[in-house]
């Protein structure tokens, strides 16, 4: 039996020319960017050369990207880094409810600090209002972070629209863009963006690296201390292969012209339709319609996540659910609790399903196949 990946927002593997640039970087290139002989220039050029394509891939300059070791990294960076460095001009931020535990731990990493989080609702459909943020809004707040498209249902949160009601008030505005770069096109300065994080092994790209784009008149502090490197932001000897594997993957889908996002769409459309075709019973959490086309989560009803991952997993197919799994329990997702509140159903009988590279047409149809099969047996059809 084939076995079949649907986690692609858990992760991707590389693309080929990721690998084969890396490995060519990894041979040839081993000098330290920081060293002043030759091998250190021809490393840093390289370095340079990366920074500034992959600042233009999000509108930005290459003063403003700051390489980090992935999207974890650029989130504490940006809330905490933030954090301490505006603390001066008030201690409350907002942030959402269905962040990623990047950030929301981040967060409460913040509060042991003495600084006040707002942790923004959102509605069933996983979203969060710009009329809550203005609401909550406060002369002091420092920084509103709100992610770009949720890792667990999918959820296209509204940016642009937050960072306009922000333009005149002194709160910078994060996203985390982790399950959106390299699926969709963004433009930092269009969207009013102050600060993004960004992780390479979502697109195709290495584990282990990342960036925090931040405007060049964003003050925030370095988490780590050491060396000069990324303007003194974020201290260490840089990841060069890692960056140039990043820049690849970039690269790949910018030539493509993010035909990746259809492609990735019409796997998950046809996953739904042959679901839809069946007579198993599911529901989509969140708005169909209006979701990342990468992420579809569903919700089976009289089934529970443990069982269903466990024969999933035995039918060869590789999935998610975004419940932890802590000392042997399974604790209900934090993003299915906000969006349908604690003990509702949802949250424990929900999987999710992420299409990617990895996946063709004939993969999709069968894996729809053994999905309805456990689903059956399971709910006991
Ligand atoms: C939305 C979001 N933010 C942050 C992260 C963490 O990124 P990384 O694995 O690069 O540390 C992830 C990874 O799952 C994610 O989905």
Request: net charge negative; glycine share 8%; charged share 20%.
């Amino acid at each position: 039996m084939e076995p079949i990946y649907l986690d692609h927002a858990a992760t991707t593997p590389m693309h080929p020319a990721v690998i084969e640039k890396m490995s060519e970087t990894m041979k040839e290139i081993y000098g330290n960017p920081s060293s002043i002989h030759q091998f250190g220039r021809r490393a840093r050029a390289i370095l340079d050369e990366n920074r500034r394509y992959i600042a233009g891939t999000i509108g930005a300059d290459e003063k403003e990207l700051y390489f980090t070791s992935g999207g974890t990294e650029a989130d504490n960076l940006a809330l905490i880094g933030v954090a301490l460095a505006n603390q001066k001009k008030g201690k409350h931020i907002i942030t959402t409810k269905i962040e990623h535990h990047a950030n929301l731990h981040a967060a409460e990493h913040l509060e042991s600090l003495g600084f006040e989080l707002t942790y923004l609702p959102v509605s069933e459909a996983g979203y969060v209002t710009p009329a809550d943020v203005e609401k909550h809004l406060r002369d002091e707040t420092i920084l509103v972070s709100i992610m770009m498209i949720n890792n667990e249902v999918g959820a296209i949160q509204p940016i642009k629209e937050i960072a306009e009601l922000l333009k005149d008030h002194q709160a910078y505005l994060h996203t985390d863009a982790v399950q959106a770069y390299g699926l969709i096109k963004i433009n930092v300065k269009a969207l009013g963006i102050d600060l993004m994080s960004a992780s390479a092994h979502k697109l195709n790209g290495p584990k282990g690296v990342g960036f925090l784009y931040a405007g060049q008149e964003i003050k925030f502090n370095a988490l780590q201390h050491g060396g000069n490197q990324e303007r003194l932001k974020r201290p260490g000897t840089e990841s060069l292969p890692g960056i140039v594997g990043m820049r690849t993957a970039i690269q790949q889908i910018e030539a493509d012209n993010y035909k990746n996002f259809n492609q990735y769409k019409s796997y998950r459309d046809l996953f739904y339709q042959e679901l839809k075709q069946s007579d198993i019973d599911f529901t989509v959490n969140g708005v169909f319609d209006e979701l990342a086309p990468t992420i579809l989560n569903l919700s089976f009803a009289n089934t529970k996540v443990e069982p269903m991952l466990m024969s999933l997993d035995l039918e060869g197919i590789a999935v998610s659910s975004g419940s932890a799994c802590t000392a042997g329990s399974i604790e209900p997702s934090h993003v299915l609790t906000a969006m349908y509140g604690a003990d509702h159903p949802r949250t424990s009988n929900s999987i999710r399903f992420s299409f990617g590279s990895t996946n063709n047409e004939k993969q999709v149809i069968d894996a729809a196949s053994r999905v309805i099969k456990v689903v059956k047996r399971l709910a006991g059809k």
